[in-house]
């Protein structure tokens, strides 16, 4: 009886150890992820190479001696941890499979979805040209003026908006899920809709290959199904961090923001709400029909009892007018219960530019341009070039157009609701459609 409690007691501190064998090693690399940054020992980069667009700007002599000087002891052992955390966080990052399959079988409404989808396409207006090779001189002092601008007024007490003071820490975590994040080249890029969102994630599933065809990553954006580029599945954002990474989520959120290049890409903000309207209210789209134009027809129409579906709606010559989309926005009851959809949202709300220092702002006014400078200043245009961009058929010129049934008042009251994005990205404020 002795001698068998013994040998239980042995096993059970052979278990132990090999447990404080395993745990241990694990409880040293989360607190190097703690402290290190901190510290300041070294440049720790998780999961990448690079460091923000100053990377892609080093003298090419100076990367041809870092390539002759032999690696360090200490290097060799960033290199290794590098590696472990790797392994350890990005274990359960496992990359999307399209089954052939799952493609080809599918339902009557998903086919209906998939021909709004390509009326949605049309509506864009795509211009499949080569683009232009024409880059401006003064590109980076135009970057320069664009991100001292959001400065400017971040700091300016003489312009205040809802979240302009608040920090990171207070950003709730559903807040920042338009925060896509790439491990593997070091990037993470805000996406804006009807800001070229749908290109630019495709862009980042094939530099993250997130997104598998029949076990291959995407090369080409452009051979990536639509109705898998906005799902968000495929995209590995913020607010999926505190899933992964439990109560050390905030602090890698910090060094990946510090560590990592960040971009984001605006447009006029009522060009952008025309654009908005465009694609969402003028074809048959069945989700935002349920789910906004319904309301829109109740509260601003004669329509009580609108029609059940949109299809219904179409074919009876039923729906929302610009003027019902813009009573909507400035109605007080519409963020009573849930926050304005990410379409129309105000750019500072979902990308937080006061509290993230983004290192690049692009344009969709210059979009081709400013795709080309960032993709060369990630050094990834040899692995990625941006799509053939599309003739933008929503354009400025058309705002007093559109408007032009849209009373002064409420125009005035509009332009107050998106001044912040006027005022943070350099877009002139409408005097025009604000005069009487």
């Given at each position: 009886m002795g001698n068998s409690s013994l040998q239980v007691d042995k096993m059970g501190k052979s278990r132990l150890f090999r447990i404080f064998l395993v745990l241990g090693p694990l409880f040293m690399i989360l607190l190097i992820i703690i402290y290190w940054d901190d510290v300041g020992a070294t440049h720790f980069y998780l999961h990448t190479t690079i460091s923000g667009p100053q990377s892609s700007r080093l003298p090419s002599d100076t990367q041809s001696d870092a390539k002759q000087k032999?690696?360090?002891?200490?290097?060799?052992?960033?290199?290794?941890?590098?590696?472990?955390?790797?392994?350890?966080?990005?274990?359960?990052?496992?990359?999307?499979?399209?089954?052939?399959?799952?493609?080809?079988?599918?339902?009557?409404?998903?086919?209906?979805?998939?021909?709004?989808?390509?009326?949605?396409?049309?509506?864009?207006?795509?211009?499949?040209?080569?683009?232009?090779?024409?880059?401006?001189?003064?590109?980076?002092?135009?970057?320069?003026?664009?991100?001292?601008?959001?400065?400017?007024?971040?700091?300016?007490?003489?312009?205040?908006?809802?979240?302009?003071?608040?920090?990171?820490?207070?950003?709730?975590?559903?807040?920042?899920?338009?925060?896509?994040?790439?491990?593997?080249?070091?990037?993470?890029?805000?996406?804006?809709?009807?800001?070229?969102?749908?290109?630019?994630?495709?862009?980042?599933?094939?530099?993250?290959?997130?997104?598998?065809?029949?076990?291959?990553?995407f090369l080409d954006p452009l051979e990536i199904p639509r109705e898998h580029v906005h799902n968000s599945s495929v995209h590995f954002t913020f607010n999926k961090f505190w899933k992964r990474y439990g109560k050390f989520a905030r602090h890698l959120m910090k060094i990946k923001l510090k560590k990592y290049t960040k971009f984001l890409f605006v447009r006029d903000p009522f060009v952008r709400l025309i654009s908005a309207y465009r694609s969402k209210f003028e074809i048959e789209n069945e989700e935002f029909y349920r789910s906004f134009a319904v309301t829109m027809l109740k509260r601003y129409s004669n329509h009580t009892d609108p029609p059940k579906s949109v299809v219904e709606a179409f074919a009876a010559g039923i729906k929302p007018s610009f003027s019902n989309f813009i009573q909507y926005l400035l109605d007080p009851r519409t963020e009573e219960h849930m926050p304005f959809n990410e379409h129309w949202r105000q750019v500072h709300r979902l990308c937080h530019p006061c509290q993230i220092n983004y290192d690049f702002v692009g344009k969709l006014e210059t979009l081709d341009e400013d795709a080309e400078y960032l993709l060369s200043l990630l050094n990834v245009d040899n692995v990625v070039q941006f799509p053939p961009s599309y003739h933008n058929r929503t354009v400025s010129s058309w705002e007093e157009d559109w408007f032009a049934n849209i009373p002064v008042e409420w125009r005035r009251e509009l332009y107050k609701l998106y001044e912040a994005d006027f005022s943070l990205f350099g877009y002139s404020k409408p005097k025009t459609l604000l005069q009487v």
């Open positions: 032999p690696a360090s002891s200490k290097e060799n052992f960033i290199s290794d941890v590098d590696e472990f955390l790797s392994q350890v966080l990005e274990s359960s990052n496992k990359p999307n499979k399209l089954s052939k399959e799952g493609s080809d079988q599918k339902t009557s409404q998903e086919t209906s979805g998939q021909n709004g989808k390509q009326q949605e396409e049309r509506v864009r207006g795509y211009d499949w040209k080569a683009r232009s090779s024409t880059v401006s001189l003064d590109r980076t002092q135009s970057q320069d003026r664009r991100k001292q601008l959001l400065h400017d007024f971040c700091t300016n007490y003489t312009l205040d908006f809802p979240g302009r003071n608040r920090s990171f820490d207070d950003i709730p975590n559903k807040e920042l899920d338009h925060l896509i994040v790439d491990d593997r080249h070091g990037i993470i890029y805000c996406y804006v809709p009807k800001v070229a969102c749908t290109n630019w994630k495709r862009i980042m599933i094939v530099l993250s290959e997130s997104l598998l065809n029949q076990g291959i990553p």
